[in-house]
């Protein structure tokens, strides 16, 4: 039955209308704008072509199928993405479908000024609750995407503590290893301190008795000692009395000596040597006996009325003993030297000697006051001094080598 475009606005047309533009969301095709329970909604399944175009019935749409659920996690983000960009095409053509819809509208508006004003209304409602949809979801989106954020975040947050847990068990662990290690050092230590404690008791066993024994043993030399004490003070006054022997036979050796050796000799800086060659003389030392037999000479040179040859004779002899018996207890040419230098020091200060006495130097050419062998170029060693007479002459040459 076909429609008059001039009759009733509301009788519809049987021929069949085309389906009403969808949008893909995913592999569900949702109608843009109809209401399934209303009459003008069914009514608006069918779209004018022109002005004496045929209108024709279509069948009843179906129910707008809910949006699917989508379970949000870290993996659906890329898909949510997606159907967002896929939504977005669909309202882009919604929104050309709508223009081509006004059009059609305004140049149908005589003929379809009642019904279609409730179906224009219909669809600008549906397509509110749509748009409503739309920011919900948008918010939605927004709102999971801040919770993923902030699960990332609390995820690093929790990553840096198990991080620093882990240190921290690492660190504990090592502690524990090394207290182990020092309790077995420990361990170690006591059973040998417990081992040295045996070892000590023993010992301390030993001991006790060792110290009964020594005891004993201190107050019998306790006894000993104060017996030999007594003997020790009986010697002590022996010895004294001796000491005061000795002195007094010293003091009369001495004065004895004295009269033998030149004046005032006992008391100058040589006067040690010369008691230390009398020592050994009286001991049998043949080179002590001429030093001292030496002397002797030179005091009896001294007395009045000898002659300067007997001087000479006794300086010379004097000074060849004491060479011989320098030389006889291996000293070298520097003690020789300086010993020679000491005993010519006195005995050129004694009075009315008429003489001087010159030890040559060490290290020096031989000069010609000196004998010396043949091919020398510096004195080694002094043999016997240089003696000259008052005047400069030379009584006798040194001999040095």
């Keep these: ?234 010697n002590h006054q022996t010895i004294d009395g001796l000491r005061k022997e000795m002195e007094c036979l010293r003091a009369t050796m001495s004065r004895r000596l004295a009269q033998f050796l030149p004046s005032g000799i006992l008391e100058s800086r040589i006067g040690a040597q010369v008691i230390a060659f009398d020592d050994e003389a009286a001991s049998g030392d043949s080179s002590a006996l001429r030093v001292v037999a030496g002397l002797s000479q030179l005091r009896a040179a001294f007395m009045p009325g000898v002659g300067p040859d007997d001087r000479l004779a006794a300086l010379k002899s004097i000074g060849s003993a004491l060479y011989d018996a320098w030389s006889g207890h291996s000293k070298d040419a520097k003690f020789i030297h300086a010993h020679f230098s000491q005993w010519q020091d006195f005995l050129n200060s004694l009075p009315g000697t008429g003489y001087q006495l010159v030890v040559p130097d060490l290290g020096q050419p031989p000069t010609t006051n000196v004998t010396a062998p043949a091919g020398i170029t510096k004195v080694s060693e002094v043999q016997l001094w240089i003696i000259k007479a008052a005047d400069g002459g030379i009584y006798a040459s040194g001999v040095v080598r």
């Design 1 to 234: 039955m076909s429609w008059n475009p001039f009759s009733s606005k509301d009788k519809p047309d049987d021929n069949k209308s085309p389906p009403p533009p969808t949008v893909k969301q995913g592999d569900i095709r949702v109608p843009i704008s109809h209401n399934p329970g209303s009459v003008s909604g069914q009514r608006a399944a069918g779209v004018v072509q022109g002005a004496g175009a045929t209108a024709q019935p279509g069948p009843a749409a179906p129910p707008v199928p809910k949006p699917p659920s989508i379970t949000f996690d870290g993996f659906s983000v890329e898909a949510i993405k997606g159907s967002f960009v896929r939504m977005a095409n669909a309202f882009d053509e919604l929104k050309r479908l709508n223009e081509e819809h006004k059009k059609i509208q305004e140049s149908n508006f005589k003929l379809f000024s009642g019904g279609k004003d409730r179906e224009i209304a219909d669809l600008r409602k549906d397509l509110g609750g749509l748009q409503a949809t739309v920011a919900d979801r948008d918010k939605e989106i927004v709102r999971k995407q801040q919770a993923l954020d902030d699960s990332a975040s609390d995820l690093n947050r929790l990553h840096k503590n198990l991080f620093e847990k882990s240190e921290e068990v690492l660190r504990r662990e090592r502690e524990i290893v090394e207290v182990r290690n020092e309790i077995a050092g420990a361990m170690t230590l006591l059973a040998d301190e417990q081992s040295a404690h045996e070892v000590i008791k023993e010992a301390h066993k030993s001991l006790q008795y060792s110290e009964t024994a020594l005891k004993t043993k201190q107050s019998e030399l306790e006894a000993t000692i104060a017996e030999r004490n007594g003997q020790l003070e009986a």
